[in-house]
């Protein structure tokens, strides 16, 4: 059964750099899978931020695009996201979810809070 | 880009059927997958594909999708069932997610 556990740090300054990462256990990340990352702002709704192919290809959110990048280790079977300029509007809860053929978020981790403060 | 629209909050009394609506234009030739959130808890994949249910889901929550409206219908609501109820859509290059629905069982 595949878990997902996201990692990195909760507090961030404005204007820094968020760097989470996912790891991904009990199945490989080179599976016909997308592996995402969606966020949630304390008390409102869930936004996704992106995903990432096991070849490397990449979708994102046309809101983040210009801020956010993707990536994954094979070595490691984790995936990362990296979110840069952050604002005070970053702060959320960030889950990493896996997406099935049908392209659903069957699997999710419990979720990080990132505050920007 | 495209625009899913969901009602805020929905009401439904013990025992009763319950429906919950995504609009969005077209939205019938897109497929839709719906999600369940509980306070504190990461979402639940409750329906993909517009009506197919993942395994562990009972069958008294199906969903439809058709015109410019799918729907997630949730039968016999229990408290249980209470939650925010999100709908999640392709656009192009990219997920988009409805605001989502708080279901409120009286």
């Known amino acids: 059964q595949v878990q997902l556990q996201e990692s990195g740090p909760r507090l961030v300054k404005p204007s820094g750099t968020l760097s989470l990462t996912c790891d991904v256990s009990g199945g490989s990340i080179s599976n016909n899978n997308w592996w995402n990352w969606v966020r949630q702002p304390p008390g409102k709704g869930l936004e996704w931020v992106g995903d990432?192919?096991?070849?490397?290809?990449?979708h994102y959110n046309p809101s983040l695009k210009s801020r956010v990048t993707i990536s994954l280790d094979k070595s490691k079977n984790q995936f990362s996201v990296r979110l840069t300029s952050l604002t005070a509007a970053d702060t959320a809860l960030y889950f990493c979810?896996?997406?099935?053929?049908?392209?659903?978020?069957?699997?999710w981790g419990r979720g990080t809070l990132l505050i920007v403060s | 880009s495209y625009e899913v629209t969901q009602a805020l909050s929905v009401s439904v009394a013990l025992g009763q059927t319950a429906r919950i609506t995504c609009g969005g234009n077209n939205i019938g030739t897109k497929n839709v997958h719906w999600y369940q959130q509980k306070p504190g808890q990461a979402p639940v994949l409750v329906i993909y594909?517009?009506?197919f249910r993942p395994s562990g889901i009972p069958d008294r929550i199906s969903g439809s999708n058709s015109g410019n409206t799918a729907t997630l219908t949730i039968s016999r609501a229990q408290v249980a069932d209470e939650a925010d109820y999100y709908c999640q859509v392709w656009d192009t290059s990219f997920w988009v997610f409805g605001g989502g629905t708080n279901l409120a069982v009286l």
């Open positions: 990432i192919f096991h070849t490397g290809s990449t």
């Open positions: 594909r517009d009506s």
């Open positions: 979810a896996r997406g099935s053929e049908a392209g659903a978020l069957d699997v």
